[in-house]
């Protein structure tokens, strides 16, 4: 049973919790329409301390999708934050106004802090260079539509791998399936943190490999997971700079790869995949989008909704 709970950090469910929002999602793309009203009367607040596109538009068209309505802020700047109110005083009276609250916020821990001072369900949008569990359920959802299972796959994450919260969460969360391979592909500066490493690698005894060549490996790969050096973490724009188009996926670099290879990326993309390669059937990662927005409708159901789906 989900109805109630936080979602912080991706092992906050349980693998047959997730099997669960995923058969859910697949129901409700299959019939939209007959879950129209399960969130009637119920509001979501989307609370948004960094740009979103995707996260928090998918979560809305969820909730509306639900029949809930939605309230928030897209800029802190427009909220009582900018007058320096503290993280739990903004949580405790937004729970007042709301049935879950959605949080993105650059502060890593800030969506745990967030949970312990709600009486309401918060779900974590991305705490800084964190989580992001809601983008794993997406990008499992995903792995499974296109390829029938989550095991027994090699999946090469490629590019900002320091601090890209995304890979942090899908790579714990693919560890934790069986037979899964994983290979790390980022220049030395932007390599997965040991924490990933000796945490949910090492407790899964997960077979892993780090390089920082991508033409190297690219034959080996079911899933190809590309990610955006993220500029907002760096500390100074110079390293950025040096860094931002160290991977640029293109036609090229895909001619040794399985003809069923998926390729993903969390979006935004900015030089890493080529547009050249959108056209190519393997591309997956607009698909990806609007898996996004099922399996939200999902979790939001599970978390609030009236009826048992
Ligand atoms: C990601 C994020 O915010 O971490 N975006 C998203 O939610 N789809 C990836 C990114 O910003 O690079």
């Known amino acids: 049973m989900l109805q109630g709970r936080h979602l912080v950090d991706p092992q906050d469910l349980q693998l047959t919790e997730l099997e669960d929002l995923f058969s859910l999602a697949q129901r409700i793309q299959k019939d939209p329409l ?24 998918s979560f809305e068209a969820a909730m509306l999708r639900l029949g809930g309505s939605c309230l928030g802020f897209a800029e802190p700047s427009s909220s009582s934050v900018a007058k320096g109110e503290s993280l739990a005083d903004t949580i405790r009276t937004v729970a007042a106004y709301a049935d879950m609250i959605v949080m993105r916020n650059p502060k890593e821990g800030a969506a745990l802090l967030a949970s312990r001072y709600s009486s309401v369900p918060v779900v974590n949008a991305g705490d800084g260079g964190h989580h992001h569990p809601t983008q794993t359920l997406t990008d499992l959802l995903t792995i499974r539509q296109l390829r029938g299972s989550t095991e027994g796959l090699t999946i090469g994450f490629c590019g900002d791998l320091r601090f890209g919260r995304t890979v942090h969460s899908l790579a714990e969360t693919l ?5 899964n391979r994983m290979v790390f592909i980022s220049p030395q500066e932007l390599k997965i943190p040991e924490y990933i490493k000796n945490g949910a690698l090492a407790r899964n005894n997960i077979e892993y490999r780090e390089t920082d060549r991508l033409e190297s490996v690219m034959g ?17 724009e110079e390293d950025y700079i040096r860094l931002k188009d160290f991977y640029i996926l293109d036609n090229e670099k895909l001619k040794n790869a399985k003809k069923d290879l998926i390729i993903l990326h969390p979006l935004p993309r900015v030089n890493e995949i080529a547009m050249e390669v959108d056209a190519d059937p393997r591309a997956a990662y607009f698909a990806q989008a609007k898996y996004g927005m ?7 159901a599970s978390l609030i909704g009236d009826a048992a789906c």
């Open 34 to 57: 007959h879950y129209r009203d399960l969130c009637r009367g119920k509001i979501l607040a989307t609370l948004f301390f960094e740009p979103s596109t995707r996260t928090r538009l």
């Open 175 to 179: 560890a934790r399936y069986r037979n």
């Open 220 to 236: 080996d790969l079911d899933v190809l997971y590309m990610t955006r050096v993220q500029r907002e973490r760096f500390f100074n």
């Open 294 to 300: 099922y399996v939200r409708m999902a979790l939001i």
